[in-house]
């Protein structure tokens, strides 16, 4: 990503951070944090020190972080009818997941197909509380527990969700609540000792870390699923496998930048709404969705009705601007949405994705607003408001 184009697709990855990377390369070198040698000693040092930085984030305890290979790893492994508490068994028999989720626990994990309920989301994108709450009362708790899962903030279009209210059914219910924080953390505060979930899932390419690395966390580990991965005993007996210790150490690193890094949301705020303006500027009839909740300050999804999403992006990459088309998950497939679907729209244009970080500067706006007012050059001047 060198400086002459500007990259506005923080939420596909963010850009990997110095320390970050200055962490993963030093953890390159290490023994396997499983062996008792001085070596072995000092990689696990390595692994702990991430492992509390990453508990930090999101203000739980060390010893209830497992790490995976990343979010959908966690998800898999989390989303399973099949559960232990100490040596008992613990059985959920039917998943509830948000329509608008990502296809990692939108998919249901380990759960046969027929046990996925869906729960919608209104037309700006929140979770529907009483569509949840009509669903977890048919809930038939002879046959197990309910398990739910819920985005904190929606990868397209940065709408927040309200988690503590969410939790609050799912606990009126019995159930348990599993909360994909990956684009939440560092952008909004959510701490899992406040009511918002049992379980949170994250990542940590979103937060400036290697690609390939994530983690579960809960309140506590008296209840955890069967592993996905079985073998040696690492991460507890959680998830199996040596560590990816390099990339371990660099989300530490950058989970420990996001937990300081709060006081950037208003200037990203600021430079969202300045896009967002120059937007409806030059194509009066754009539709910006969510714009009326609670969303990221980093994140904007937008429709210019008549401007196919893949026509405005490929202008926007001729212009050495990267946006994207939603999600950045389907091996660069640009198609419907399911989350704009399940909000109800379902133009054909699609839809386009800016999502900023803190490096994010006046500039690269500015270089997106003059790309703009090309593309609405090129076609002839602006087209009057829908
Ligand atoms: N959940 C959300 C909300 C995401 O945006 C993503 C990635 O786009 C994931 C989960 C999957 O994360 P990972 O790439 O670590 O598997």
Same mark, same amino acid.
Request: glycine share 12%.
């Given at each position: 990503?060198?400086?002459?184009?500007?990259?506005?697709?923080?939420?596909?990855? =963010?850009?990997?951070?110095?320390?970050?990377?200055?962490?993963?390369?030093?953890?390159?070198?290490?023994?396997?944090?499983?062996?008792?040698?001085?070596?072995?000693?000092?990689?696990?040092?390595?692994?702990?020190?991430?492992?509390?930085?990453?508990?930090?984030?999101?203000?739980?305890?060390?010893?209830?972080?497992?790490?995976?290979?990343?979010?959908?790893?966690?998800?898999?492994?989390?989303?399973?009818?099949?559960?232990?508490?100490?040596?008992?068994?613990?059985?959920?028999?039917?998943?509830?997941?948000?329509?608008?989720?990502?296809?990692?626990?939108?998919?249901?994990?380990?759960?046969?197909?027929?046990?996925?309920?869906?729960?919608? /989301?209104?037309?700006?994108?929140?979770?529907?509380?009483?569509?949840?709450?009509?669903?977890?009362?048919?809930?038939?708790?002879?046959?197990?527990?309910?398990?739910?899962?819920?985005?904190?903030?929606?990868?397209?279009?940065? /709408?927040?969700?309200? /988690?503590?209210?969410?939790?609050?059914?799912?606990?009126?219910?019995?159930?348990?609540?599993?909360?994909?924080?990956?684009?939440?953390?560092?952008?909004?505060?959510?701490?899992?000792?406040?009511?918002?979930?049992?379980?949170?899932?994250?990542?940590?390419?979103?937060?400036?870390?290697?690609?390939?690395?994530? =983690?579960?966390?809960?309140?506590?580990?008296?209840?955890?699923?069967?592993?996905?991965?079985?073998?040696?005993?690492?991460?507890?007996?959680?998830?199996?496998?040596?560590?990816?210790?390099?990339?371990?150490?660099?989300?530490?690193?950058?989970?420990?930048?996001?937990?300081?890094?709060?006081?950037?949301?208003?200037?990203?705020?600021?430079?969202?709404?300045?896009?967002?303006?120059?937007?409806?500027?030059?194509?009066?009839?754009?539709?910006?969705?969510?714009?009326?909740?609670?969303?990221?300050?980093?994140?904007?999804?937008?429709?210019?009705?008549?401007?196919?999403?893949?026509?405005?992006?490929?202008?926007?990459?001729?212009?050495?601007?990267?946006?994207?088309?939603?999600?950045?998950?389907?091996?660069?497939?640009?198609?419907?949405?399911? /989350?704009?679907?399940?909000?109800?729209?379902?133009?054909?244009?699609?839809?386009?994705?800016?999502?900023?970080?803190?490096?994010?500067?006046?500039?690269?706006?500015?270089?997106?607003?003059?790309?703009?007012?090309?593309?609405?050059?090129?076609?002839?001047?602006?087209?009057?408001?829908?």
């Amino acid at each position: 990503m060198t400086k002459t184009r500007t990259y506005l697709d923080y939420n596909a990855s =963010a850009p990997l951070l110095a320390e970050a990377r200055a962490a993963a390369i030093a953890a390159l070198d290490s023994a396997n944090p499983s062996s008792v040698h001085s070596e072995g000693r000092a990689a696990r040092q390595m692994a702990d020190r991430a492992r509390r930085s990453v508990a930090a984030l999101v203000g739980g305890e060390a010893e209830h972080v497992i790490f995976t290979s990343g979010a959908t790893e966690a998800a898999a492994t989390l989303l399973s009818p099949d559960w232990r508490m100490g040596r008992s068994a613990l059985r959920f028999s039917k998943l509830y997941v948000c329509e608008a989720d990502h296809a990692c626990t939108l998919g249901g994990g380990r759960f046969d197909a027929g046990d996925v309920v869906r729960f919608g /989301v209104d037309v700006n994108g929140i979770a529907d509380l009483a569509g949840l709450e009509s669903v977890l009362a048919q809930h038939d708790r002879e046959a197990g527990l309910p398990l739910v899962a819920v985005h904190a903030a929606n990868n397209e279009t940065g /709408v927040i969700q309200p /988690v503590q209210e969410i939790a609050r059914v799912v606990k009126a219910a019995g159930g348990v609540l599993i909360v994909d924080a990956v684009q939440a953390v560092g952008r909004i505060s959510i701490e899992i000792t406040n009511d918002c979930g049992d379980f949170f899932i994250l990542s940590a390419h979103k937060i400036g870390g290697p690609k390939g690395v994530g =983690a579960f966390v809960g309140r506590s580990d008296l209840m955890m699923p069967v592993p996905l991965i079985t073998g040696g005993g690492q991460e507890k007996g959680h998830r199996a496998g040596t560590e990816n210790l390099s990339g371990i150490a660099g989300f530490g690193a950058a989970a420990e930048i996001a937990a300081a890094g709060f006081d950037a949301m208003d200037a990203m705020r600021n430079l969202r709404d300045k896009a967002e303006a120059a937007l409806l500027q030059q194509f009066p009839g754009a539709i910006i969705h969510g714009k009326s909740v609670a969303r990221l300050a980093n994140t904007s999804l937008f429709t210019i009705p008549g401007l196919k999403a893949e026509t405005a992006l490929i202008a926007f990459d001729l212009a050495g601007i990267a946006v994207s088309s939603g999600s950045a998950c389907s091996s660069g497939r640009v198609g419907p949405s399911h /989350v704009l679907k399940a909000m109800g729209f379902d133009a054909e244009e699609g839809a386009i994705r800016l999502s900023t970080g803190p490096e994010t500067t006046q500039a690269d706006i500015g270089r997106f607003e003059a790309a703009l007012a090309d593309i609405a050059a090129r076609r002839g001047g602006r087209p009057k408001a829908a």
